[in-house]
């Protein structure tokens, strides 16, 4: 069974650009959540999709937002990049709904650097 | 908003000492999660926690949840360098009927061969 699939790996962008991320959750997951991972604050909740609906938000600016797709695919976009967004974003799907219960698969995560 | 605080931030440890992090919480959890980041690497699942006073072993590692379960602790017996990474606790609250996984700051484990 394939694990949950993020792309790009790697991305550099510039201040004031946009970037699209992209996340294939394992094959029967509907719930898809994305956290950004810094060093001084860890993992933070970004937005969780159940069935094309996002069901929970985290505290980001709304320069930050995502959608899911039918094949439960997620996409997270931030725009007006600023140098904080520098991260790495993970995607987890799970198999329940609303982080309940299920344990989160994560995706090897993509590295943004914003110069 | 809640929080998962969890300690120590670092830890640095001989091979065979054992180690110990602690998560806490201000309010009560529905459960516990405990993930492992080896460095380089995403986060994976260890183990959930759900009833209060719980006791998991998984060989070398011991999960606890509180009686009261808003506290949690990871402790690991002898450890190996295969040991090395960041060990992350997620609390899941629950508001109305809506949960959310919190995910402490983590703790991360150096082993000195």
């Known amino acids: 069974k394939a694990g949950v699939t993020q792309t790009p790996r790697y991305l550099i962008k510039t201040r004031g650009q946009q970037v699209t991320l992209s996340c294939s959750p394992i094959?029967?997951?509907?719930?898809v959540s994305w956290y950004q991972q810094t060093p001084g604050q860890g993992l933070q909740f970004l937005f969780e999709?159940?069935?094309?609906?996002?069901?929970n938000k985290g505290n980001f600016p709304g320069r930050f937002s995502g959608r899911q797709f039918s094949n439960s695919r997620s996409e997270m976009n931030v725009s007006t990049l600023e140098l904080g967004d520098s991260a790495l974003y993970l995607c987890?799907?799970?198999?329940?709904?609303?982080?309940?219960?299920?344990?989160?698969?994560f995706g090897e995560g993509s590295r943004l650097t914003v110069l | 908003g809640q929080q998962v605080m969890q300690i120590p931030q670092y830890q640095h440890v001989q091979e065979g000492e054992d180690f110990t992090t602690y998560c806490n919480s201000s309010?009560?959890?529905?459960?516990i999660q405990w993930y492992k980041q080896r460095p380089g690497g995403h986060p994976v699942f260890l183990i959930q926690?759900?009833?209060?006073?719980e006791v998991k072993k998984q060989k070398r590692l011991t999960f606890q949840f509180g009686e009261a379960k808003k506290n949690s602790s990871l402790h690991i017996t002898a450890t190996q360098t295969t040991d090395v990474g960041t060990y992350f606790c997620a609390g899941l609250y629950y508001g109305g009927s809506q949960g959310n996984l919190i995910f402490g700051k983590g703790t991360k484990l150096s082993v000195k061969p």
């Open positions: 309010t009560t959890l529905s459960n």
């Open positions: 094959s029967g997951h509907r719930s």
């Open positions: 999709y159940f069935s094309e609906t996002q069901r």
């Open positions: 926690l759900v009833k209060s006073g």
């Open positions: 987890a799907s799970s198999s329940q709904l609303g982080q309940n219960t299920g344990e989160l698969f």
